[in-house]
């Protein structure tokens, strides 16, 4: 007897990038975001493999219930939206592993040993701009803290993102100034 499909229903939603748009389910897809710049670094990701196959497929991101797409600006959304969807849904219905191998984003995990200020630091990301930047289909990654400059990520549909410079000075470092005083700047690390 065969296993009968799980039913998935997917839904769209744009963001501020205006060549990236979240393909959301209602279920967790992963717990930890990962991003997909490339389709040589999707490796252990069969459906971001397939996806990358579409020639306007220029990024993969993947994160709690979503998985936002960027695509090559020469192109519309509507002439690419219903093939995109098919594809997904037809790949979670057939309950294909996401993911061939384990992954773990701990770049926000808090340690032991990380210094007072880098655990603030790691906390506010964590706490309050993760849950914005994810809700705009992107993701945010800590990656160092030198001289009163907090150097993070930004992935997903953040990167590339005409916007993107606005939110990390004006939302991100005002907030982490704020709340941390050891903060005086704020930079991102391209990918």
Same mark, same amino acid.
């Given at each position: 007897?065969? &296993?009968?499909?799980?039913?998935?229903?997917?839904? +769209?939603?744009?963001?501020?990038?205006?060549?990236?748009?979240?393909?959301?389910? =209602?279920?967790?897809?992963?717990?930890?975001?990962? =991003?997909?710049? +490339?389709?040589?670094?999707? /490796?252990?990701?069969?459906?971001?493999? =397939?996806?990358?196959?579409?020639?306007?497929? !220029?990024?993969?991101?993947?994160?709690?219930?979503?998985? +936002?797409? &960027?695509?090559?600006?020469?192109?519309?959304?509507?002439?690419?939206?219903?093939?995109?969807?098919?594809?997904?849904?037809?790949?979670?219905?057939?309950?294909?592993?996401?993911? &061939?191998?384990?992954?773990?984003?701990? *770049?926000?995990?808090?340690?032991? =040993?990380?210094?007072?200020?880098?655990?603030?630091?790691?906390?506010?990301?964590?706490? %309050?701009?993760?849950?914005?930047?994810?809700?705009?289909?992107?993701?945010?990654? %800590? !990656?160092?803290?030198?001289?009163?400059?907090?150097?993070?990520?930004?992935?997903?549909?953040?990167?590339?993102?005409?916007? /993107? +410079?606005?939110?990390?000075?004006?939302?991100?470092?005002?907030?982490?100034?704020?709340?941390?005083?050891?903060? !005086?700047?704020?930079?991102?690390? *391209?990918?």
């Amino acid at each position: 007897m065969e &296993t009968p499909h799980k039913l998935i229903n997917i839904y +769209t939603e744009s963001n501020p990038n205006p060549n990236s748009m979240k393909f959301c389910v =209602d279920f967790m897809l992963s717990p930890d975001s990962v =991003d997909y710049p +490339t389709a040589a670094s999707a /490796s252990n990701c069969p459906l971001a493999l =397939d996806l990358f196959r579409f020639s306007f497929v !220029k990024r993969v991101f993947i994160s709690s219930n979503f998985i +936002t797409i &960027t695509k090559a600006e020469d192109i519309e959304w509507e002439e690419i939206i219903p093939m995109l969807k098919a594809l997904i849904k037809g790949y979670l219905e057939e309950g294909r592993p996401l993911f &061939t191998e384990p992954h773990k984003n701990e *770049s926000l995990q808090i340690h032991a =040993d990380d210094p007072e200020v880098v655990q603030k630091i790691k906390l506010m990301l964590e706490e %309050y701009i993760r849950p914005a930047v994810e809700q705009d289909g992107g993701a945010i990654t %800590y !990656k160092s803290f030198s001289d009163g400059i907090v150097t993070v990520q930004l992935q997903g549909s953040c990167s590339g993102c005409p916007s /993107s +410079t606005l939110t990390l000075k004006a939302g991100i470092e005002n907030l982490l100034k704020k709340m941390v005083p050891e903060v !005086k700047e704020v930079v991102a690390e *391209s990918v």
